[in-house]
């Protein structure tokens, strides 16, 4: 992949998934639930993260994952990430752990480390 390609992920619901999108080709997917919460906003549940061979080595999984934190943000919903690849990643980009409700991330042992003085 180059600079020039084109990268799109855009949500399919009908499929229940977040599709990657190279130049028009489809290069991945990502299987989420939608959790809807009666007296909260509910969530995003993250089930499996896949990125056709072809593609792969790009850092396409990370900007499809990425995607998925971003319109939950943008609708103010939760992320729970049960895919193993999502919380691989989460680890890297720990700005977006507030995302993950308290409960999901201890029990995902997300956590954040606790801040060491200086």
């Known amino acids: 992949m180059d600079d020039e390609s084109d990268v799109r ?4 619901p ?3 998934e977040f599709v990657l999108r190279v130049d028009g080709v489809e290069a991945g997917h990502v299987t989420v639930r939608r959790r809807r919460g009666h007296e909260t906003p509910g969530a995003i549940v ?6 056709d061979e072809a593609f792969g080595g790009r850092g396409l999984a990370g900007r499809l994952v990425q995607a998925v934190f971003d319109a939950a943000r943008a ?3 939760a992320v729970v990430p049960r895919c193993p690849y999502a919380q691989r990643w989460l680890r890297t980009h720990r700005e977006y752990l507030a995302d993950v409700p308290p409960d999901d991330r201890r029990s995902l042992g ?3 480390p606790t801040e060491e003085a200086s």
Request: charged share 40%; aromatic share 0%.
């Open 9 to 12: 992920v855009d949500e399919d």
């Open 46 to 51: 993250l089930i499996h993260t896949e990125v």
């Open 14 to 16: 009908d499929r229940g």
């Open 75 to 77: 609708e103010g919903v």
């Open 110 to 112: 997300l956590d954040a």
